[in-house]
């Protein structure tokens, strides 16, 4: 007798592919704003920018009132909030519980992290444009009011900006990566390099390590137009030591802590 076997049946139903890293930015993006810490700390970033433009229309000289002079400064304040905004993107998940639900949806973490530091660079890229514009209004209304008015931006500075305000980003970034805790990132990331700071200017043995690990110090020329070869090469290694090593190990940490 023979026995006829019915042909295994093959699930031939397309397999549902990730959300993209398009996506996930995106989602990223709309969480910088979600809360209400990011939503006063975007809008601080944006009054604190305008500000110092305000400022500059009453303390400088009218022939000191130009586009660059309003560009410049605007930068500095700036940049020093920017970590704070890619510290809470990162730890956002973990203080607010919501981690468990993020990796449920996209498991591998690693997609997560990388859509969440792109979000904070574009944001730092768009501060960029908000210190243009308000550098923009204000050289308006220097020319209204008897100002110099010029418009005088050398474009080399555009990148420095762009790259002085993206590395602080992901400075901040880093540290909340390898901590994974919101208070105590921004507190370690704003002591640490303010130690090294106090502890290189009293040490003399440390004054030629901190023209090379002193972001403060390294950092400098990106707000000028002329950046050497050697000035490049030391901000590449402090970036090395604050950015490149925190990003490398908090990932690490992300990817192997237990979610609960």
Same mark, same amino acid.
């Given at each position: 007798?023979?026995?006829?076997?019915?042909? $295994?049946?093959?699930?031939?139903?397309?397999?549902?592919?990730?959300?993209?890293? $398009?996506?996930?930015?995106?989602?990223? %993006?709309?969480?910088?704003?979600?809360?209400? !810490?990011?939503?006063?700390?975007?809008?601080?970033?944006? @009054?604190? !920018?305008?500000?110092?433009?305000?400022?500059?229309?009453?303390? #400088? /000289? /009218?022939?000191?009132?130009?586009?660059?002079?309003?560009?410049?400064?605007?930068?500095?304040?700036?940049? @020093?909030?920017?970590?704070?905004?890619?510290?809470?993107?990162?730890?956002?998940?973990?203080?607010?519980?919501?981690?468990?639900?993020?990796?449920?949806?996209?498991?591998?973490?690693?997609?997560?992290?990388?859509?969440?530091?792109?979000?904070?660079?574009?944001?730092?890229?768009?501060?960029?444009?908000?210190?243009? $514009?308000?550098?923009?209004?204000?050289? %308006?209304? !220097?020319?209204?009011?008897?100002?110099?008015?010029?418009?005088? #931006? /050398?474009?080399?500075?555009?990148?420095?900006?762009?790259?002085?305000?993206? !590395?602080?980003?992901?400075?901040?970034?880093?540290?909340?990566?390898?901590? @994974?805790?919101?208070?105590?990132?921004?507190?370690?990331?704003?002591?640490?390099?303010?130690?090294?700071?106090?502890?290189?200017?009293?040490?003399?043995?440390?004054?030629?390590?901190?023209?090379?690990?002193?972001?403060?110090?390294?950092?400098?020329?990106?707000?000028?137009?002329?950046?050497?070869?050697?000035?490049?090469?030391?901000?590449?290694?402090?970036? %090395?030591?604050?950015?490149?090593?925190?990003?490398?190990?908090?990932?690490?940490?992300?990817?192997?802590?237990?979610?609960?």
């Amino acid at each position: 007798m023979t026995t006829i076997t019915a042909p $295994a049946v093959t699930d031939r139903r397309p397999v549902a592919d990730g959300p993209s890293l $398009a996506r996930l930015t995106g989602v990223e %993006l709309r969480k910088l704003a979600d809360t209400r !810490a990011g939503r006063w700390l975007l809008a601080t970033i944006g @009054l604190i !920018a305008a500000g110092i433009v305000t400022v500059q229309l009453f303390v #400088l /000289d /009218d022939a000191e009132q130009t586009f660059t002079a309003f560009f410049v400064p605007s930068l500095l304040p700036v940049g @020093l909030l920017l970590p704070v905004l890619g510290i809470l993107s990162i730890c956002a998940e973990w203080s607010q519980r919501t981690a468990l639900t993020t990796f449920a949806l996209v498991p591998r973490r690693e997609r997560v992290v990388v859509a969440k530091l792109v979000a904070v660079v574009l944001a730092a890229l768009a501060s960029v444009g908000v210190s243009l $514009a308000v550098a923009a209004v204000g050289t %308006l209304l !220097a020319g209204a009011t008897g100002g110099a008015g010029e418009w005088n #931006l /050398d474009w080399r500075l555009l990148p420095h900006a762009a790259v002085l305000q993206v !590395a602080n980003v992901l400075m901040g970034a880093g540290f909340g990566l390898l901590l @994974l805790n919101t208070p105590l990132a921004i507190v370690t990331y704003l002591l640490l390099p303010t130690v090294w700071s106090i502890l290189s200017a009293m040490v003399r043995a440390l004054h030629r390590p901190a023209a090379w690990l002193d972001t403060s110090v390294t950092m400098e020329p990106l707000l000028g137009v002329e950046v050497t070869a050697g000035q490049w090469g030391r901000l590449a290694v402090s970036l %090395l030591v604050w950015m490149v090593v925190p990003l490398a190990a908090g990932l690490v940490r992300t990817l192997r802590r237990e979610v609960s």
